[in-house]
């Protein structure tokens, strides 16, 4: 509520991820709104309050619309209190772009913490633009870099441990990849890159249809946070009730025979007490209504994570959802993603994406050990595999990003050893989604 309202009436600028807006701007049309301190400050505040809010939103795209703002800040830092602009020479077109691009493509790398994925990013989306010289990449890579840096810092204060520094606020925890990748997922992310680039055509579709309708709901200022309240109700109440139908308890000491040998082989699970900090190593559980207090309840503990840690938890080998489960949730994230986006507030789509295509690849895994496709202990080696890659191929569906979504993905979850099966995935999600429609964001700033 406070969100939409600071939204609706002080800086409608904020609305929605801002990446569109960004894009336009840095290709010559300047959108009314995109660069002001009030879409600045409302962008800021407003992303944290409908993501605090449980609206199934992500904050990477306002992330990079608030990079872009403090890259046009920087521009007219100093001319607030010197009687002569000593930025004087910056305040020019192109030398706006060009900041603001910088801006743009550190905010994402932030989000991630991937500074060759976010130098990239903003390039494959307005690589066309005649400021993009060999020059410029570098200068945006270095202020990528510093940005990433910077939040590690950050991090490192905040958590006492400056030996371990954790570049991202994606936290993918201690989760990685197996050093050798058979070719057997290439079958697997074919598939996955296929069933990804039929939903994201459909999620482009109906969300298109949905915000029409929107548009002609709430159509005064007024009546936008009526919508959105109604969104955070009944978001709260599904993410209540389905847990509560769907509910299984589990021992809290998980017990793994395929790492005998590994520290983490009797892991006892912490249960979940409210902290504002979260740490990228902890795994919090929640034990929700299951009586014995040794036990917890994993769709509840999904259900009931922060965006970031359930990433981490759905790579983590110790939540424990069944096949129902899993499609249970997926199913709710997709609708309310679809639903939700469009709602008067500073939004994005980025996370929201790859929480899909987690479900999406731990699903694949789940069904390919059922069927007799793979036993057990291959299972325990591919499902992070077929995780990450339907992480991969759900934003390529929509987003239609090729490359840097490549060089992101690889970043975050640290794993350049599936790069091969990664391309083919985002590939097969790309060229199955250009048949229906197109991308999220060509379409949004044709919309424009």
């Known amino acids: 509520m406070l969100s939409c309202t600071l939204t609706a009436y002080w800086g409608p600028g904020a609305n929605g991820s801002g990446v569109a807006e960004i894009i336009g701007y840095c290709s010559g049309v300047n959108y009314p709104n995109t660069i002001s301190i009030p879409t600045f400050i409302t962008k800021i505040f407003g992303v944290v309050f409908a993501v605090a809010g449980g609206l199934t939103v992500g904050k990477e795209g306002p992330l990079a619309h608030i990079g872009a703002n403090c890259g046009a800040i920087t521009l007219y830092l100093f001319d607030w209190t010197a009687k002569r602009p000593l930025l004087a020479f910056l305040h020019n077109d192109h030398k706006k772009r060009q900041f603001i691009s910088a801006g743009a493509s550190a905010g994402v790398s932030v989000a991630f913490g991937a500074p060759i994925g976010g130098a990239l990013f903003f390039y494959e989306l307005t690589k066309p633009n005649p400021y993009w010289t060999f020059s410029m990449l570098w200068k945006n890579f270095l202020s990528c870099t510093t940005a990433v840096a910077t939040m590690a810092m950050a991090e490192a204060l905040v958590h006492g441990e400056f030996s371990h520094w954790t570049a991202t606020s994606l936290k993918f925890g201690n989760i990685r990849v197996v050093d050798i990748t058979p070719t057997a997922v290439i079958p697997g992310a074919i598939i996955i890159g296929f069933v990804s680039g039929l939903l994201g055509p459909l999620f482009i579709n109906v969300n298109t249809r949905v915000n029409k309708v929107r548009g002609q709901i709430y159509n005064a200022k007024w009546k936008k ?223 424009k």
């Open 225 to 447: 946070p009526i919508d959105t309240w109604i969104f955070c109700f009944v978001t709260a109440s599904v993410w209540y009730w389905v847990p509560y139908m769907t509910q299984t308890c589990v021992s809290r000491t998980i017990l793994t025979k395929e790492l005998a040998t590994h520290p983490r082989a009797d892991v006892e699970l912490t249960l979940k007490t409210d902290t504002v900090l979260d740490k990228e190593s902890e795994v919090n559980v929640y034990q929700a209504w299951c009586t014995d207090p040794n036990t917890f309840n994993p769709i509840a503990s999904l259900f009931w994570q922060t965006e970031g840690g359930l990433i981490r938890d759905i790579l983590d080998e110790s939540v424990m959802c069944n096949f129902g489960q899993m499609f249970a949730f997926i199913l709710c994230w997709y609708i309310f993603t679809i639903t939700t986006y469009g709602t008067m507030v500073p939004s994005g789509l980025f996370l929201p994406g790859m929480i899909i295509g987690c479900g999406l690849g731990e699903m694949y895994s789940k069904i390919i050990l059922n069927i007799g496709l793979i036993d057990d202990a291959h299972y325990a080696v591919y499902r992070v595999i077929y995780i990450i890659l339907g992480m991969a191929a759900m934003l390529a569906s929509y987003t239609r990003m090729t490359y840097s979504l490549a060089v992101i993905v690889m970043e975050t979850s640290l794993a350049i050893n599936i790069f091969l099966p990664s391309i083919v995935t985002i590939a097969v999600a790309n060229f199955t989604g250009q048949f229906f429609t197109r991308g999220l964001y060509d379409r949004a700033v044709r919309a």
